[in-house]
């Protein structure tokens, strides 16, 4: 579990992030990601290993997660950290998100690709 500062933890409940992380060739790769601040106070992401945030992540857990508040550009929660993933065979976290986001994740289900829990652990947070 991170403790947040209090002062950005509402930034924890917005709808979008961007998630940085290495490719196999050292450039950087980011993309936009649903998120959760889950229950046990931490952060996690519901990825698909078709992706190519996924496979960068399995060669490399090193990440980055940038949550900007939209209503003043100039504030930010930012996490530095590594990934830590396991498969989601039960859907256990992707029912979260479709609780979270309203809809139902389970059509994004499909029998070639393997969807993952994403914990991603800080080793820094930063705020602005």
């Not at 933890?9 to 290495?22: I, K």
């Not at 490719?23 to 998120?35: C, D, I, Q, S, Y």
């Amino acid at each position: 579990m991170t403790d947040f500062p209090e002062t950005h933890r509402d930034l924890l409940d917005a709808p979008v992030a961007m998630l940085s992380t290495v490719g196999r060739t050292g450039v950087p790769h980011t993309t936009a990601v649903w998120f959760l601040h889950d229950s046990d106070g931490e952060v996690k992401l519901w990825l698909s290993d078709a992706r190519q945030k996924m496979k960068n992540l399995l060669q490399r857990p090193e990440c980055s997660l940038f949550i900007l508040d939209t209503a003043n550009p100039a504030r930010y929660l930012a996490l530095r950290g590594r990934a830590e993933m396991e498969p989601d065979a039960e859907c256990e976290l992707g029912d979260k998100f479709s609780a979270k986001y309203d809809t139902d994740v389970r059509r994004m289900l499909n029998d070639t690709d393997t969807r993952y829990a994403v914990t991603i652990r800080p080793f820094q947070v930063m705020v602005r």
